[in-house]
């Protein structure tokens, strides 16, 4: 008979964490287990378990796992404690055979070289020349704007040295797009 | 409640209004406090199993849109940036080194104005104070020549005191002549039961003390008796 699934769907696709260390010997101590959610990424994100501690039936969904992160393909310097995302339905056990194959990083993540620089809105660029005209500044090169990244330890990615060649450059209009498609009918 | 919302809506109905009806009041008022139903309500009962639908959003469109948010907020916050900077460099700004330099100009001058004002007050104040020095030395020696003058006198009286005692002191009952002092104050009997009257005449007793009593004390009087 088949399954006929009701209800609201979800994007989650597995077992909770105590579904599969409660399961298996030795709380799964050594096993590979990973997220379903990321396995969007092209490079591979899983976690191995090393400590399982049970909790209090406050909690029953809940188990508290020491794991070691592998994040795209990166391992984290220090092991991580998962306990309050433990109840998600999202884990999944990778089989002791297939472990090799699943945690092999074929092609690791690259950084990207952000710009530095990027045009002005054309409206504020001409109010800003009309300005220095009137102060009399001369104006020697093209106006640029500074862009602010926002700055964070784990990204990878990094403004562009001074005269580095950026990867990612940034426009005032729409820009470079991955899918065409969507401006088809875009009358100029 | 009821009969006013159906009075309203009857006179809606006949295209007449509430006053004009000739009716009481029927102008329906309905407070709306909260816009929506608190949310501890829970889910309303028609709506229980009611489950929405998904919105499906193609993946190339996704990610196109996330490409878009995410280039416009980083463009915003640089321009956003870049206005707060011109408009802080615009501000009038305070020249450190100017203001530095008045600092210690004024302070110079705060400084020697100082000085001269503790010159003249040290100079006002040693004044002041040989003058309180003097008037205390003259208090002092006043102070040592009465407290001579006072030593002196009762050096005289005492010394006034000593020739009167040594002029009593051949009166006076020693060791040598006690036995003969005895002997006069017993052979001498006084007499004080006496009385005076307003001329200052001395009324002897009247009645002599009595043998008995006298031969008693003499007797009381002499040891080994």
Redesign the interface.
């Given at each position: 008979m088949p399954i006929k699934y009701i209800?609201?769907?979800t994007d989650f696709k597995g077992k909770s964490l105590w579904e599969i260390v409660g399961n298996l010997k030795n709380g799964g101590i050594g096993r590979i287990v990973a997220r379903q959610m990321f396995e969007r990424y092209p490079e591979p994100s899983f976690i191995k378990i090393l400590k399982v501690e049970a909790l209090p039936y406050e909690e029953p969904r809940k188990v508290s796992v020491l794991v070691e992160r592998t994040f795209r393909g990166v391992k984290f310097d220090r092991p991580v404690l998962i306990r309050a995302a433990s109840y998600k339905s999202d884990y999944q056990l990778i089989p002791k055979d297939q472990e090799a194959a699943y945690c092999k990083v074929e092609k690791p993540r690259t950084m990207s070289i952000l710009a530095r620089t990027?045009d002005?809105?054309p409206l504020?660029k001409e109010m800003l020349i009309r300005k220095m005209k009137a102060k009399g500044t001369p104006i020697t090169e093209e106006l640029k704007?500074?862009?602010?990244?926002?700055t964070s330890t784990n990204k990878f990615a990094r403004v562009a040295e001074e005269g580095e060649t950026p990867t990612v450059n940034?426009t005032?209009d729409?820009?470079p797009?991955?899918?065409p498609?969507?401006y088809e009918n875009v009358k100029q | 409640m009821l009969r006013n919302t159906l009075l309203a809506g009857s006179s809606a109905a006949n295209g007449s209004f509430g006053i004009l009806s000739g009716l009481p009041n029927t102008v329906c008022v309905q407070c709306v406090r909260w816009k929506r139903k608190p949310l501890w309500l829970g889910t309303a009962k028609s709506k229980l199993f009611r489950i929405p639908e998904r919105p499906k959003i193609p993946k190339d469109e996704t990610i196109e849109l996330l490409r878009l948010h995410n280039n416009y907020r980083t463009l915003v916050r640089s321009i956003r940036h870049h206005i707060t900077e011109a408009v802080i460099g615009s501000q009038a700004r305070v020249d450190t080194e100017l203001r530095a330099k008045q600092e210690e100009e004024d302070f110079v001058r705060c400084v020697a104005l100082n000085n001269e004002w503790n010159e003249s007050k040290a100079k006002a104040r040693d004044e002041r104070l040989a003058k309180a020095r003097e008037v205390r030395r003259e208090e002092i020696l006043r102070k040592i020549i009465a407290q001579e003058q006072l030593a002196a006198k009762q050096l005289e009286n005492i010394e006034k005191t000593v020739k009167r005692v040594k002029e009593e002191a051949i009166t006076f009952i020693t060791e040598k002549n006690i036995d003969q002092a005895i002997e006069d104050a017993l052979n001498n009997p006084v007499d004080h039961n006496w009385a005076l009257d307003l001329e200052g005449t001395i009324h002897r007793g009247k009645y002599v003390q009595p043998q008995a009593n006298e031969g008693q004390r003499q007797k009381r009087m002499q040891p080994g008796v």
């Open positions: 209800g609201r769907t990027c002005y809105p504020y704007l500074e862009i602010q990244h926002t940034m005032i729409i820009g797009t991955c899918s498609r969507l | -």
